[in-house]
Nanobody, 124 residues
């Protein structure tokens, strides 16, 4: 069974930065494409970023492109989301997820395993 545990969320002022981490266990991490999603209160869960098995391919939602960076360290079984120039509209619970062989997946249904989420709050 795959387990994903996010960390690094918190409260930050607009313009600030946070780095989220997602530690994976239970399968060969380096063979799985990974992604980050977020869900704000009253809204649907939305795609943020995705990364291929090796990290050579990265995909972003238009709303975060140029501000967020997804990366991974396969030796540590961890995927990261570096978030810069944060805006109040980035406030949400952020989830990491495992899409297995699906590289660049942008839909919730394409991901099999999910973490429990970490809260990010950006104050104005």
């Amino acid at each position: 069974q795959v387990q994903l545990v996010e960390s690094g969320g918190g409260l930050v002022q607009a313009g600030g930065s946070l780095r989220l981490s997602c530690a994976a266990s239970g399968r060969t991490f380096s063979s799985s494409a990974m992604g980050w999603f977020r869900q704000a209160p009253g809204k649907e869960r939305e795609f943020v970023a995705a990364i291929s098995w090796s990290g050579g391919y990265r995909y972003y939602a238009d709303s975060v492109k140029g501000r967020f960076t997804i990366s991974r360290d396969n030796a540590k079984n961890t995927v990261y989301l570096q978030m810069n120039s944060l805006k109040p509209e980035d406030t949400a619970v952020y989830y990491c997820a495992d899409s297995g062989l699906r590289v660049g997946a942008r839909n919730v249904y394409e991901y099999t395993y999910w973490g429990q989420g970490t809260q990010v709050t950006v104050s104005s």
